[in-house]
């Protein structure tokens, strides 16, 4: 079992930054690869990155390629989400999300563990 907290979310101009962090439980983190999800409002969630359970390997959605940037610190149980150049329609609740034995898929139904989310507004 694993149990995901996510905070650093808030509301930032266009153009600007935050860090997102997602602590974890247990004592087998570095055992499951990351993910870390979005959805807006009245939309579909998504996928935002992914990292293997190493941190060697990281994918991204489209969307957000070139600007956030997903990391690891498996000695602190924690994941992060880099967002630079923040656009409004970055605005969403992001969750982060843990696959076991996996690699940072983009697909949902391959995540068993899933944060509450933590809202981020970019205004314009």
């Known amino acids: 079992q694993v149990q995901l907290v996510e905070s650093g979310g808030g509301l930032v101009q266009a153009g600007g930054s935050l860090r997102l962090s997602c602590a974890a439980s247990g004592r087998t983190f570095s055992s499951y690869a990351m993910g870390w999800f979005r959805q807006a409002p009245g939309k579909e969630r998504e996928f935002v990155a992914g990292?293997?359970?190493?941190?060697?390997?990281?994918y991204y959605g489209d969307s957000v390629k070139g600007r956030f940037t997903i990391s690891r610190d498996n000695a602190k149980n924690t994941v992060y989400l880099q967002m630079n150049s923040l656009k409004p329609e970055d605005t969403a609740v992001y969750y982060c999300?843990?696959?076991?034995?996996?690699?940072?898929?983009?697909?949902?139904?391959?995540?068993?563990?899933w944060g509450q989310g933590t809202q981020v507004t970019v205004s314009s």
């Open positions: 990292i293997s359970w190493s941190g060697g390997s990281t």
């Open positions: 999300a843990a696959q076991a034995l996996g690699y940072g898929s983009r697909l949902q139904g391959e995540y068993a563990y």
